[in-house]
């Protein structure tokens, strides 16, 4: 067990490798493929990652999100509300920065209609994972 813990804390720690040669200021995902090969759960969830830190915000089964995956229980807190996890993380950081997603957000996920106006001060940007 502790050398998946191991694994996928250097999953997370090349994420924010790309992130920095990316020069982006933080990426979000919330693909459950994505999120279970950095995580260890799929249940449906934002991971919001930062060059040092992380967090998993759980949409939906936070019990079964806390019992799956392998990053450490302080890193998980439930919340549905994207706007939320923009008041709780990004709204404290520095603004005109830019944040990579999985895709074009604008446009093509429910949850992200009206992006603009969750992330006022933050370019949104299309992020190539490489897993």
């Known amino acids: 067990m502790r050398r998946l813990m191991l694994n996928f804390e250097n999953r997370i720690k090349t994420l924010q490798d790309k992130i920095q040669e990316e020069e982006l200021f933080a990426a979000l995902l919330f693909y459950s493929r994505d999120v279970l090969y950095y995580t260890g759960t799929a249940q449906p969830s934002y991971l919001v990652v930062i060059p040092k830190d992380y967090f998993l915000f759980v949409r939906s089964g936070f019990d079964f999100a806390l019992n799956d995956a392998?990053?450490?229980?302080?890193?998980?807190?439930?919340?549905?509300?994207?706007?939320?996890?923009?008041?709780?993380?990004?709204?404290?950081?520095?603004?005109?920065?830019?944040?990579?997603?999985?895709l074009e957000i604008s446009c093509q996920h429910k949850n992200f209609a009206g992006s603009r106006r969750l992330f006022p001060v933050m370019n949104l940007l299309m992020f190539h994972l490489q897993s």
Do not use: A, C, H
């Open 70 to 102: 392998f990053i450490p229980k302080g890193r998980i807190g439930e919340e549905r509300k994207l706007e939320n996890i923009y008041k709780e993380v990004f709204l404290r950081l520095p603004t005109n920065k830019s944040i990579g997603t999985e």
